[in-house]
């Protein structure tokens, strides 16, 4: 099992941490682009994190 994943923005590997779940947000070493970490039927992927401002709410 790789813990190996490419981040999205600027194909970097990106190695997650032992213990990362699907929701967590880290960000690249490499851009500084902020992702979320997916989970899905192969394991978990990157993706580029929405930008949250103050859209809380509804
Ligand atoms: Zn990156």
Redesign the pocket.
């Known amino acids: 099992m790789s813990n190996t994943h490419i981040?999205?923005?600027?194909?970097?590997e990106?190695t997650l941490p032992e213990g990362t779940v699907a929701a967590e947000l880290i960000t690249?070493?490499?851009?500084?682009?902020m992702?979320e970490v997916v989970g899905g039927p192969d394991g978990l992927t990157l993706t580029e994190a929405p930008e949250v401002e103050e859209d809380w709410g509804e």
């Open positions: 981040c999205p923005t600027c194909d970097e990106i690249c070493d490499e851009c500084e682009t992702l």
